[in-house]
């Protein structure tokens, strides 16, 4: 199953990266670039984007590029760390860079930034779990 098939499938089912309205932009092999539009409801009480709504954000363009390679994977581990605030109206692109990735683990570092300036929004660190002995397919009918 190719990168694309698998993001997709995954998408159809992931309703939570819907409601965001997260789009898949791009992805490859251990690479995901995402595009998200910051609406009301995802506002804090300071009017400024819900910390968890962006740590969604990262944690899907996590969860597809490490699934991308055709094996399941699953969170083991993640942190996120704010650097400025996304308003109402926003667009985000979250974006996937491998540090490491083996049969047993992964290791991806997410960027968010805002779409125009590109000026960086946080930064999120996430550490798979790699179920070498699960195709995807195979783990997901």
């Given amino acids: 199953m190719e990168a694309a098939e698998i993001v997709k499938a995954m998408m159809e089912k992931d309703y939570f990266s819907q409601w965001l309205g997260i789009e898949v932009i791009e992805i490859q092999l251990g690479y995901c670039r995402l595009e998200m539009k ?32 055709g094996l399941q994977s699953v969170s083991l581990q993640a942190s996120i760390h704010f650097s400025r605030p996304a ?26 930034r805002r779409k125009g300036d590109m000026k960086l929004l946080a930064s999120f660190r996430g550490t798979a779990f790699v179920k070498k002995d699960k195709p995807w397919e195979a783990a997901n009918q």
Avoid: P, Y
Wanted: glycine share 8%; hydrophobic share 50%; charged share 20%.
């Fill in 87 to 112: 308003m109402e109206g926003d667009v985000l692109v979250a974006e996937s860079r491998e540090v490491v990735f083996s049969a047993q683990s992964g290791v991806m570092d997410i960027e968010i």
């Fill in 38 to 69: 910051v609406r009301t409801e995802m506002l804090n009480g300071f009017s400024i984007l819900h910390g968890g709504v962006a740590f969604a954000m990262a944690d899907s363009c996590f969860a597809f590029a490490c699934n991308s390679r």
